[in-house]
């Protein structure tokens, strides 16, 4: 059983441990940025690598014992490379975030500018956010989404960088729904002379599984998470051209870290194996056709998605139109009750505060892991519909809890 030896010596964590097992089986994960990765990732991530450090890089550490440390780096950074096509990779960053303060202490100096998508818009804090790092120690303009048509104002972002001449432009989000455009991105940079990072934390894996338009090649650097779409342990990972190795390298660790989290880096090598898998492109398929089934079914119900719809692994729902009086956070809360889980969010022109947006941000990749097809995700639609319509929430939420319970018995997660 697993926890045996924990429940021995520290049953208090075991229990805990094993009613956050109960709660992922029991419940619809539908955090756009969460997924369940396999048994086999988890058993890299909890392996004896949580012991050594591995400062530096393979071949080139600084303590002894880094023998199997450098075999597992090395198979992880080229799977990566087959996977992205990247000509370097860095393994790595703890996380996305920390892949982000790799470019930007790479690249640039305290004061120095970066142009990113403003938070409420859909983007990260790491792009810049006062709360976040980045936003203190660097000079941060900020673009938007077209109100209109809930795309990129990719004319406004050229417009911006013209006049705010960006040392580096951000593009990749947490909340757009939509597929980038790099290239128009990239046109940008070129013309201010600036670099461009592309953040594919959401979307790694609509783009190793080519769903998604890769920015690597397009992009000076890509940085993402490895645990979201792309299923493998938990962190962040670089990847840029020849020319910048020394300089990412460097900034990674020493620059912003200490010893590399070996075992996630196991992690990472056994998830991005799995990922190379032909398996996993129906997965990444399969995830966006069911996030496609999810909208549609939403907007069949009258509520309202920014940009109309989805080309990726999630839906945003601006509730405003169909629901003025309802916020995001009711619903996040409601819909946890029956056992659904997903995360209030802001909508491009948010009239409330972040705290109590109001929009839903719904994601696939969790409940494709499952393997809910389209039909499974359309009646999940109904199930978050009910619940955001439910005048009576007493009655409806039990049928929606008894309705989610049948779904998670009929897709187990974890044998
Ligand atoms: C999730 C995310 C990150 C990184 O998040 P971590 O929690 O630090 O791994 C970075 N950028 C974007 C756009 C994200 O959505």
């Known amino acids: 059983m697993k926890y045996d030896t924990l429940r021995e010596t520290d049953p208090t964590v075991a229990e805990f441990l094993k009613a956050e097992r109960v709660r992922q089986d029991d419940t619809l994960a539908m955090i756009a940025s969460e997924n369940h990765v396999s048994e086999s990732v988890m058993e890299a991530q909890s392996s004896e690598l949580t012991n050594n450090y591995a400062e530096g890089?393979?071949?080139e550490r600084y303590y002894g014992g880094?023998?199997?440390?450098d075999e597992i780096e090395q198979l992880a950074i080229d799977r990566a490379k087959e996977l992205w096509g990247a000509d370097h990779v860095n393994v790595q960053p703890h996380s996305g975030s920390q892949a982000n303060m790799g470019v930007y202490l790479a690249m640039l100096e305290p004061g120095d500018k970066i142009l990113s998508l403003d938070l409420t818009?859909?983007?990260h804090l790491s792009h810049g956010h006062p709360a976040n790092f980045a936003g203190q120690v660097y000079d941060v303009e900020q673009y938007e989404i077209d109100p209109e048509t809930g795309y990129v104002d990719y004319e406004g972002l050229h417009e911006t960088a013209e006049k705010f001449e960006p040392d580096i432009i951000v593009s990749g989000y947490s909340a757009y729904p939509r597929e980038v455009n790099f290239e128009r991105i990239q046109?940008?940079?070129?013309?201010?002379?600036a670099y461009h990072i592309a953040d594919i934390a959401h979307i790694t894996g609509l783009v190793a599984a080519s769903v998604h338009e890769s920015p690597v090649g397009v992009a000076d650097f890509v940085t993402g998470s490895t645990h979201k779409t792309i299923r493998a342990g938990r962190g962040g990972i670089i990847m840029c051209g020849e020319e910048y190795i020394a300089d990412v390298d460097s900034a990674v660790f020493p620059g912003a870290q200490g010893g590399p989290a070996m075992h996630n880096i196991a992690g990472k090598a056994v998830g991005f194996g799995e990922a190379l898998d032909p398996s996993f492109d129906e997965y990444a398929e399969q995830t966006v056709a069911n996030a496609k089934a999810l909208g549609d079914r939403l907007q069949e119900h009258g509520l309202d998605l920014v940009s109309g719809g989805t080309d990726t692994h999630l839906v945003l729902v601006d509730l405003r139109p169909s629901h003025p009086d309802t916020t995001g956070k009711e619903v996040e809360t409601t819909l946890e009750g029956a056992g659904i889980v997903l995360n209030a969010n802001t909508v491009p022109g948010e009239t409330r505060s972040p705290f109590n947006p109001s929009g839903i941000r719904i994601g696939t990749p969790a409940l494709t892991t499952r393997g809910f097809d389209e039909e499974a995700c359309r009646e999940v639609a109904d199930l978050i519909y009910d619940v955001i319509d439910a005048?009576?929430?007493?009655a409806v939420m039990a049928d929606v809890s008894a309705r989610v319970n049948e779904l998670t018995d009929?897709?187990?997660l974890y044998n």
């Open 410 to 412: 009929e897709y187990p």
């Open 66 to 69: 880094c023998e199997y440390a």
């Open 121 to 123: 818009h859909g983007g």
């Open 391 to 394: 005048p009576e929430y007493e």
């Open 187 to 193: 046109a940008t940079a070129d013309a201010v002379d």
């Open 57 to 59: 890089y393979p071949g």
